[in-house]
C-alpha cells in the first residue's frame, strides 16, 4: 500500500513506510504453500486483516482484570478481557486451532495455524494450546472423556461462566509448579484426598496458566505418590474451591492471564494411575511443546514482515533500505533464521501425524523447542534495529513481538530442563535414539558439509555426555536434524546458506554451549 502523504505546518512527511494493509498470512509465504489451502487460507487471511493487528494491539494494551470478589463480598475468581481478546479467540476456535487434529485434520495444520496466530496475537495462543494438547490425556479415562473431549474438539468459543455440562464449547488449562519446586514438579506438596467417586485437593500452584479455562489438569500428593488431577472450574450446582490470588504483571503475553491460585478442597477427578501423574501428564507437555516450537518461528516471520515492509519503503543515503549491502546482509542471514526454524518445526508437527514415528517426534519436538526459542530473541531484536527507532515504538508490533520472544523457551521447561530431557530421552529410549540416528543418516551422501559435520560430531561425542555439556550437545544434534530437513526440502539458497553459516563452527552462540571455559573460576569472579 502506497505511503499517503501529509504536509504539516513544519514539514512534508515522505519517506515513511505506509500502512501494511491487509494480507493473508497464508498465501504470502513461501513455506506454506504446499499444505491444505482449504482449511488454512481463510484463517490466513483473517488474521491478516490490518483490522485485528488494531485488534491485538487492543488485546495486549488492555490487560486482563482479576475480579476476586463480586459487590457483595462472594467469592467470584474470575477474569475479564479486552473484547479483542475474545474476538481472537473466536476466531481461532472456529478456525479449528484447538481441534483440528482430532476431527480428521492433522497436526501439521494445526502447526501452521498456531505459527499464523503468533505473528498477530500470540497470547490467545496459550489457553488454545492446552485445550489442544489435553484431548490425548483425557481420552485414557473414558469417564472423563465422554464430558470433556466433544466440547474441547468443538469448532466454537463459549467464554461463559457455566459448568462444562452446560456450555457449547470448553477450553483446558494446566496447573503444576509450584512456588518450592517449579520445573521440579516432584517437590509439589499440594495434597489429594479421595472423597467417593472424587477427590479433594489441597495446596497451591505457582503458575496457572489461563485461568479462565473450564477445567485445569493439575498434579497433586496421593499416598502412592505424585498423581494427576481434573479439576473443573465448575461443579454442576456451584463454583469450584479455587482461588485466584492474583494475576502475574509479566512482561509479554499481556493479552492472556496467568494466575496463582489456591485448591481450598476442590473437587478433581483422577487422571491415569496413582503416582503416576508425571508419566500421565507428559502426553500433555509433549503436544505443548510442538506448539512452542512452532511459536517462535511465527515471531520470527512476524518480525522479519514488518522489517521487509520498512527495508523497501524507506531510503537512506540516497538508496532504498534493501538495496544496501548491509542491510540486505543481515536480513538474509535472519531469513535464513526463520527458514530454519520454520521448516524444522513443520517436519517435526508431520511426525506427530504418524503414529509410527512417535519416538521420532518425542526427541526431535524437544530439540526444535530448544533450537527455534534460542534463535526467536536474536531475529526479533535484529528485526528491530533494521526497522530503527520507530522500532522500539509500541505503535509498531515490534516490542510486542521482542517481549514475546523469551516467553516460549520459558515456559514449560526452560532451556536446561529441556536439554537434560534430551539426554534423559536419549539414554533411556532407544527406539527414539535410533529414530534420531536413522534420520541423520539417511541425509548422508547429498552434502559434503553435512557428511563432515555429522562426523565430527559423533567423534566429538560418541556417547551422550555430561549434563554440564547438555547445552552444546542439544545445539548441535539441532542444527544437523535441521540441515536434514532443509536437503530433503528446503530451497538450494536456504540449505547452501545454512550449511555454510551453521555448521561449520564446532560450538555456537547459545549461552552454556562453551564447555572449554573455566566455570568454577569464572563464577568465582562474580558477586553479586
Known sequence: MPAPRSNLETHSVDNQPGPLGDTNLFATDPILRDLDPDSLSSYGSALGLADMRAAARDANRHRPELHAFDVAGRRLDEVHFHPAYHRFMKLSQSAGYAAHPWDGGSHRAHAAMVYMASQVEPGHCCPLTMTYAAVPVLRTEPSLAETWVPKLTTRAYDPRVLPVSQKTSATLGMAMTEKQGGSDVRANTTTAEPEGDHWRLRGHKWFCSAPMSDGFLTLAQTDEGLTCFLVARWMDDERNAIHLMRLKDKLGNTSNASAEIEFHNARAYQVGQQGKGIRTIIDMV???????????????????????????????????????????????????????????????????????????????????????????????????????????????????????????????????????????????????????????????????????????????????????????????????????????????????????????TPTGQIAGTATTIDATALINSFSP
Not at 501425524?353 to 526479533?380: E, Y
Not at 510486542?400 to 520472544?405: F, G, N, Q
Open 286 to 504: 509433549h503436544h505443548t511443546r510442538l506448539d512452542t516450537a512452532m511459536d517462535p518461528a511465527g515471531l520470527m516471520r512476524g518480525a522479519l514482515s514488518h522489517a521487509m515492509h520498512w527495508a523497501t519503503s524507506r531510503r537512506a543515503f540516497q538508496k532504498t533500505l534493501i538495496d544496501q549491502p548491509l542491510m540486505r546482509t543481515v536480513l538474509a542471514d535472519l531469513i535464513l533464521d526463520w527458514q530454519a526454524a520454520t521448516r524444522l518445526g513443520l517436519f517435526v508437527a508431520g511426525l506427530f501425524d504418524d503414529p509410527n514415528a512417535h519416538p521420532m517426534a518425542r526427541i526431535s519436538v524437544a530439540l526444535a523447542k530448544f533450537l527455534n526459542n534460542k534463535l526467536c530473541p536474536r531475529v526479533t531484536y535484529e528485526c528491530m534495529e533494521a526497522i530503527g527507532g520507530m522500532g522500539y515504538v509500541e505503535d509498531t508490533p515490534m516490542p510486542l513481538y521482542y517481549r514475546e520472544a523469551p516467553l516460549n523457551s520459558i515456559w514449560e521447561g526452560s532451556g536446561n530442563v529441556i536439554c537434560l530431557d534430551i539426554l534423559r530421552t536419549l539414554a533411556q529410549q532407544k527406539d527414539a535414539r535410533q529414530a534420531l540416528d536413522n534420520h541423520l543418516n539417511a541425509a548422508r551422501g547429498v552434502d559434503r558439509m553435512y557428511d563432515k559435520a555429522l562426523d565430527d560430531h559423533r567423534a566429538r561425542w560418541p556417547d551422550l555426555p555430561d549434563e554440564a555439556n547438555a547445552r552444546a550437545f542439544a545445539e548441535r544434534t539441532a542444527l544437523l536434524l535441521t540441515a536434514a530437513v532443509l536437503l530433503d526440502s528446503a530451497p538450494e539458497a536456504v540449505t547452501n546458506g545454512f550449511l555454510t553459516t551453521r555448521l561449520p
